[in-house]
Protein backbone atom coordinates (compact mmCIF):
# COMPACT_ATOMS: atom_id res chain seq x y z
CA UNK A 1 0.00 0.00 0.00
CA UNK A 2 1.36 3.43 -1.13
CA UNK A 3 2.15 5.68 2.12
CA UNK A 4 -0.26 8.21 0.87
CA UNK A 5 -3.41 7.77 -0.75
CA UNK A 6 -3.20 10.28 -3.59
CA UNK A 7 -6.58 10.21 -5.57
CA UNK A 8 -9.59 11.78 -3.77
CA UNK A 9 -11.97 9.18 -2.58
CA UNK A 10 -15.47 9.47 -4.48
CA UNK A 11 -18.24 9.93 -1.95
CA UNK A 12 -20.75 6.86 -1.37
CA UNK A 13 -23.72 7.38 -3.16
CA UNK A 14 -27.40 7.18 -0.42
CA UNK A 15 -28.53 4.03 -1.80
CA UNK A 16 -32.06 4.07 -3.41
CA UNK A 17 -33.20 1.23 -2.24
CA UNK A 18 -34.14 0.77 1.38
CA UNK A 19 -32.31 -1.28 4.37
CA UNK A 20 -35.89 -3.52 5.57
CA UNK A 21 -35.63 -6.17 8.75
CA UNK A 22 -38.69 -7.97 10.45
CA UNK A 23 -37.37 -6.28 13.85
CA UNK A 24 -37.15 -2.45 12.30
CA UNK A 25 -36.24 -0.14 15.19
CA UNK A 26 -39.05 2.28 15.85
CA UNK A 27 -37.54 5.97 15.20
CA UNK A 28 -36.82 8.05 18.31
CA UNK A 29 -35.96 11.90 18.75
CA UNK A 30 -32.27 11.43 18.28
CA UNK A 31 -32.66 9.27 15.40
CA UNK A 32 -34.51 12.20 13.69
CA UNK A 33 -31.84 13.96 11.13
CA UNK A 34 -31.88 17.89 10.98
CA UNK A 35 -32.63 19.06 7.88
CA UNK A 36 -29.92 21.74 7.80
CA UNK A 37 -26.99 19.04 8.49
CA UNK A 38 -25.92 18.02 4.65
CA UNK A 39 -24.84 22.27 4.97
CA UNK A 40 -22.36 22.11 8.42
CA UNK A 41 -20.94 18.93 7.36
CA UNK A 42 -19.94 20.49 4.08
CA UNK A 43 -18.87 23.30 5.70
CA UNK A 44 -16.67 20.76 7.81
CA UNK A 45 -14.79 18.93 5.31
CA UNK A 46 -14.31 21.78 3.06
CA UNK A 47 -12.36 23.65 6.36
CA UNK A 48 -10.54 20.10 6.71
CA UNK A 49 -9.46 20.39 2.84
CA UNK A 50 -8.26 23.60 3.41
CA UNK A 51 -6.28 23.02 6.55
CA UNK A 52 -4.83 19.90 4.67
CA UNK A 53 -3.64 22.21 1.66
CA UNK A 54 -2.09 24.66 4.15
CA UNK A 55 1.91 23.46 3.50
CA UNK A 56 2.53 25.43 6.58
CA UNK A 57 0.62 22.80 8.70
CA UNK A 58 1.72 19.74 6.63
CA UNK A 59 4.35 18.08 9.45
CA UNK A 60 1.07 18.42 11.84
CA UNK A 61 -1.78 17.48 9.11
CA UNK A 62 -0.40 14.95 7.52
CA UNK A 63 0.65 11.34 8.42
CA UNK A 64 1.69 7.73 6.45
CA UNK A 65 -1.15 5.22 5.82
CA UNK A 66 0.73 2.54 8.09
CA UNK A 67 -0.55 -0.27 10.02
CA UNK A 68 -0.68 1.79 13.17
CA UNK A 69 -3.90 3.75 11.18
CA UNK A 70 -5.25 1.00 9.56
CA UNK A 71 -5.35 -1.02 12.82
CA UNK A 72 -7.99 1.96 13.95
CA UNK A 73 -10.19 1.68 11.00
CA UNK A 74 -13.03 -0.76 11.70
CA UNK A 75 -14.95 -2.57 8.24
CA UNK A 76 -18.12 -3.16 8.00
CA UNK A 77 -18.01 -5.13 4.67
CA UNK A 78 -21.70 -6.32 4.96
CA UNK A 79 -23.09 -2.83 4.56
CA UNK A 80 -19.77 -0.73 3.21
CA UNK A 81 -18.76 0.74 6.12
CA UNK A 82 -15.57 2.13 7.60
CA UNK A 83 -15.27 3.78 11.29
CA UNK A 84 -11.96 5.26 12.42
CA UNK A 85 -11.99 4.77 16.26
CA UNK A 86 -10.52 8.00 18.09
CA UNK A 87 -10.79 6.76 21.98
CA UNK A 88 -12.21 9.63 24.68
CA UNK A 89 -14.48 10.00 22.04
CA UNK A 90 -17.61 7.90 22.58
CA UNK A 91 -16.72 5.25 20.82
CA UNK A 92 -18.03 2.21 22.49
CA UNK A 93 -21.14 3.10 21.07
CA UNK A 94 -20.30 2.92 17.59
CA UNK A 95 -18.88 -0.62 17.56
CA UNK A 96 -22.18 -1.88 19.16
CA UNK A 97 -24.00 -0.39 16.12
CA UNK A 98 -20.98 -2.04 13.89
CA UNK A 99 -21.73 -5.57 15.70
CA UNK A 100 -25.21 -5.35 15.07
CA UNK A 101 -24.84 -4.61 11.48
CA UNK A 102 -22.52 -8.12 11.54
CA UNK A 103 -25.93 -9.75 12.46
CA UNK A 104 -24.51 -11.21 15.96
CA UNK A 105 -27.03 -9.73 17.81
CA UNK A 106 -30.40 -8.00 17.28
CA UNK A 107 -30.32 -4.90 19.44
CA UNK A 108 -27.18 -2.99 21.13
CA UNK A 109 -28.87 -3.73 24.16
CA UNK A 110 -28.29 -8.02 23.72
CA UNK A 111 -24.71 -6.85 23.27
CA UNK A 112 -22.59 -7.94 26.96
CA UNK A 113 -20.38 -5.07 27.38
CA UNK A 114 -16.91 -6.67 28.11
CA UNK A 115 -17.51 -7.67 24.37
CA UNK A 116 -17.14 -4.61 22.94
CA UNK A 117 -13.64 -4.60 23.65
CA UNK A 118 -13.23 -8.00 23.24
CA UNK A 119 -11.51 -7.65 19.42
CA UNK A 120 -11.06 -11.15 19.50
CA UNK A 121 -14.23 -12.29 19.81
CA UNK A 122 -16.56 -9.34 18.67
CA UNK A 123 -16.33 -9.69 15.28
CA UNK A 124 -15.17 -6.03 14.43
CA UNK A 125 -12.21 -6.65 11.36
CA UNK A 126 -10.01 -3.96 11.09
CA UNK A 127 -8.73 -2.67 7.91
CA UNK A 128 -5.21 -3.76 8.53
CA UNK A 129 -6.39 -7.40 8.24
CA UNK A 130 -7.01 -6.98 4.34
CA UNK A 131 -4.48 -7.34 1.78
CA UNK A 132 -3.16 -3.75 0.01
CA UNK A 133 -5.48 -4.14 -2.87
CA UNK A 134 -8.18 -4.68 -0.97
CA UNK A 135 -7.27 -1.89 1.67
CA UNK A 136 -7.46 0.62 -1.45
CA UNK A 137 -10.82 -0.79 -2.65
CA UNK A 138 -12.62 0.29 0.58
CA UNK A 139 -10.93 3.26 0.59
CA UNK A 140 -12.26 4.36 -2.23
CA UNK A 141 -16.06 2.73 -2.20
CA UNK A 142 -16.91 2.33 1.66
CA UNK A 143 -18.58 5.23 3.46
CA UNK A 144 -16.32 6.56 5.87
CA UNK A 145 -16.72 8.23 9.38
CA UNK A 146 -14.73 9.15 12.27
CA UNK A 147 -15.93 11.49 15.64
CA UNK A 148 -13.70 14.14 16.95
CA UNK A 149 -14.08 15.82 20.13
CA UNK A 150 -11.90 19.12 21.73
CA UNK A 151 -8.14 17.70 21.58
CA UNK A 152 -7.76 19.11 24.94
CA UNK A 153 -10.54 17.95 27.00
CA UNK A 154 -10.24 14.42 25.25
CA UNK A 155 -6.80 14.56 26.76
CA UNK A 156 -8.55 14.53 30.55
CA UNK A 157 -10.87 11.73 29.96
CA UNK A 158 -8.17 9.79 28.72
CA UNK A 159 -6.10 11.02 31.71
CA UNK A 160 -9.07 10.37 34.27
CA UNK A 161 -10.73 7.04 32.59
CA UNK A 162 -6.90 5.16 32.42
CA UNK A 163 -4.75 6.54 35.82
CA UNK A 164 -7.45 7.15 38.02
CA UNK A 165 -10.80 5.47 37.74
CA UNK A 166 -9.71 2.78 35.36
CA UNK A 167 -12.84 0.81 34.79
CA UNK A 168 -11.89 -2.17 32.65
CA UNK A 169 -9.46 -2.92 35.03
CA UNK A 170 -6.08 -2.72 33.12
CA UNK A 171 -3.28 -2.72 35.62
CA UNK A 172 -0.70 -2.23 33.29
CA UNK A 173 -1.45 1.49 32.85
CA UNK A 174 -0.96 1.99 36.98
CA UNK A 175 1.68 -0.74 37.01
CA UNK A 176 3.44 0.15 33.61
CA UNK A 177 2.79 3.22 31.97
CA UNK A 178 2.69 5.90 34.92
CA UNK A 179 5.84 4.62 36.53
CA UNK A 180 7.38 5.35 32.99
CA UNK A 181 6.35 8.62 33.00
CA UNK A 182 7.06 9.64 36.34
CA UNK A 183 10.41 8.45 35.83
CA UNK A 184 10.88 10.85 32.90
CA UNK A 185 8.75 13.27 33.80
CA UNK A 186 8.23 14.30 37.45
CA UNK A 187 9.97 17.61 38.59
CA UNK A 188 9.30 16.67 42.16
CA UNK A 189 11.08 13.84 43.13
CA UNK A 190 9.58 13.90 46.70
CA UNK A 191 6.09 13.27 45.53
CA UNK A 192 5.24 9.55 46.61
CA UNK A 193 1.74 10.03 44.42
CA UNK A 194 0.27 7.99 41.38
CA UNK A 195 0.63 9.92 38.11
CA UNK A 196 -0.42 13.35 38.24
CA UNK A 197 -2.11 15.43 35.51
CA UNK A 198 1.28 17.81 34.84
CA UNK A 199 3.11 15.12 34.50
CA UNK A 200 1.01 13.49 31.74
CA UNK A 201 0.90 16.69 30.29
CA UNK A 202 4.61 17.21 30.14
CA UNK A 203 5.15 14.21 28.53
CA UNK A 204 2.59 14.77 25.77
CA UNK A 205 4.12 18.38 25.05
CA UNK A 206 7.63 16.63 24.90
CA UNK A 207 8.38 16.95 21.56
CA UNK A 208 11.06 14.05 21.82
CA UNK A 209 8.12 12.10 23.71
CA UNK A 210 8.24 9.32 20.67
CA UNK A 211 10.62 7.23 22.49
CA UNK A 212 7.98 6.79 25.25
CA UNK A 213 5.00 6.15 22.81
CA UNK A 214 7.25 3.24 21.36
CA UNK A 215 7.59 1.89 24.81
CA UNK A 216 4.47 2.82 26.05
CA UNK A 217 2.56 0.89 22.55
CA UNK A 218 -0.99 -0.16 21.64
CA UNK A 219 -1.97 2.13 24.59
CA UNK A 220 -1.20 5.17 23.06
CA UNK A 221 -3.92 5.23 20.68
CA UNK A 222 -6.24 7.06 23.59
CA UNK A 223 -4.05 10.21 23.68
CA UNK A 224 -2.15 10.26 19.95
CA UNK A 225 -3.59 13.06 18.08
CA UNK A 226 -6.23 12.87 15.39
CA UNK A 227 -3.72 12.81 12.73
CA UNK A 228 -1.62 9.95 13.72
CA UNK A 229 -4.57 7.85 14.47
CA UNK A 230 -6.95 8.72 11.09
CA UNK A 231 -5.27 10.49 8.91
CA UNK A 232 -7.78 12.52 7.88
CA UNK A 233 -5.72 14.71 4.98
CA UNK A 234 -5.34 11.30 3.06
CA UNK A 235 -8.66 9.65 3.94
CA UNK A 236 -11.53 11.58 2.69
CA UNK A 237 -13.84 10.70 5.28
CA UNK A 238 -17.42 11.18 3.87
CA UNK A 239 -18.68 12.41 7.85
CA UNK A 240 -16.32 13.89 10.55
CA UNK A 241 -18.75 13.58 13.30
CA UNK A 242 -18.49 15.96 16.46
CA UNK A 243 -18.37 15.03 20.29
CA UNK A 244 -20.23 18.42 21.35
CA UNK A 245 -22.94 17.61 18.42
CA UNK A 246 -23.16 14.22 18.24
CA UNK A 247 -27.16 14.29 19.27
CA UNK A 248 -27.35 15.10 15.46
CA UNK A 249 -24.48 13.78 13.99
CA UNK A 250 -25.01 10.06 15.09
CA UNK A 251 -28.48 10.00 13.36
CA UNK A 252 -26.86 11.88 10.49
CA UNK A 253 -24.57 9.20 10.05
CA UNK A 254 -26.49 6.76 10.36
CA UNK A 255 -28.96 7.78 7.40
CA UNK A 256 -25.69 8.71 5.64
CA UNK A 257 -24.41 4.69 5.64
CA UNK A 258 -27.87 3.86 4.65
CA UNK A 259 -28.35 1.16 8.23
CA UNK A 260 -31.73 3.75 9.65
CA UNK A 261 -33.99 0.86 9.04
CA UNK A 262 -31.50 -1.38 11.07
CA UNK A 263 -30.47 0.09 14.18
CA UNK A 264 -30.62 3.25 16.02
CA UNK A 265 -27.85 5.01 17.87
CA UNK A 266 -27.99 4.37 21.75
CA UNK A 267 -29.71 7.26 23.61
CA UNK A 268 -27.57 9.88 25.28
CA UNK A 269 -27.75 11.22 28.67
CA UNK A 270 -28.92 14.80 28.64
CA UNK A 271 -25.51 17.02 29.02
CA UNK A 272 -22.84 14.34 28.25
CA UNK A 273 -21.45 15.82 25.35
CA UNK A 274 -21.23 19.51 25.65
CA UNK A 275 -18.07 20.95 26.02
CA UNK A 276 -16.75 21.89 29.55
CA UNK A 277 -14.59 24.86 29.56
CA UNK A 278 -14.08 25.35 33.06
CA UNK A 279 -13.15 21.64 33.58
CA UNK A 280 -10.67 22.44 31.35
CA UNK A 281 -9.76 25.75 33.34
CA UNK A 282 -9.83 23.65 36.35
CA UNK A 283 -7.37 20.32 35.13
CA UNK A 284 -4.62 23.15 33.59
CA UNK A 285 -4.82 25.47 36.59
CA UNK A 286 -1.50 24.11 38.03
CA UNK A 287 0.00 23.30 34.38
CA UNK A 288 3.17 25.88 33.61
CA UNK A 289 2.19 27.94 30.65
CA UNK A 290 5.32 26.82 28.96
CA UNK A 291 3.99 23.27 29.41
CA UNK A 292 0.58 24.44 27.68
CA UNK A 293 2.22 26.04 24.95
CA UNK A 294 4.17 23.10 24.17
CA UNK A 295 1.13 20.62 24.06
CA UNK A 296 -0.83 22.92 21.91
CA UNK A 297 2.02 23.36 19.30
CA UNK A 298 1.51 19.45 19.47
CA UNK A 299 -2.01 18.93 19.16
CA UNK A 300 -2.48 22.44 16.57
CA UNK A 301 -3.12 20.42 13.60
CA UNK A 302 -6.27 18.98 15.63
CA UNK A 303 -7.74 21.85 16.41
CA UNK A 304 -7.06 23.40 12.85
CA UNK A 305 -8.63 20.61 11.06
CA UNK A 306 -12.00 19.87 12.78
CA UNK A 307 -12.52 24.06 14.10
CA UNK A 308 -11.78 24.29 17.71
CA UNK A 309 -10.63 27.08 19.33
CA UNK A 310 -7.18 26.80 20.49
CA UNK A 311 -7.39 27.14 24.50
CA UNK A 312 -5.85 30.34 24.58
CA UNK A 313 -7.98 31.54 27.94
CA UNK A 314 -5.21 28.92 29.60
CA UNK A 315 -2.28 31.45 28.79
CA UNK A 316 -3.63 34.74 29.93
Do not use: M
Not at 28 to 40: F, G
Not at 80 to 97: D, R
Not at 271 to 286: D, L, M, P, S, V
Amino acid sequence: LDNTVTTYIKQLKLQDESLLTDNQPTESPLNEVDSHWDAVHNERRSLLENVCKNTSLRNLAHTSLTKFVLDRIFVCDKYKILFCQTPKVGNTQWKKVLIVLNGEFKSIEDIPEALVHNHEKNGLYRLSSYSAPDVKKRLNAYFKFLIVRDPFERLISAFKDKFLKNPRFEPWYKYKIAPAIIQKYRRNRTETKGLQFDDFIRYLGDPNHKWLDVKIGESIIHWATYVELCAPCEIKYDVIGHHETLEKDAPYIIKRAGINNLVSYPQIPPGITAYNRTKIEQYFAGISKRDIKRLAARFQGDFKLFDYAEPDFLLN
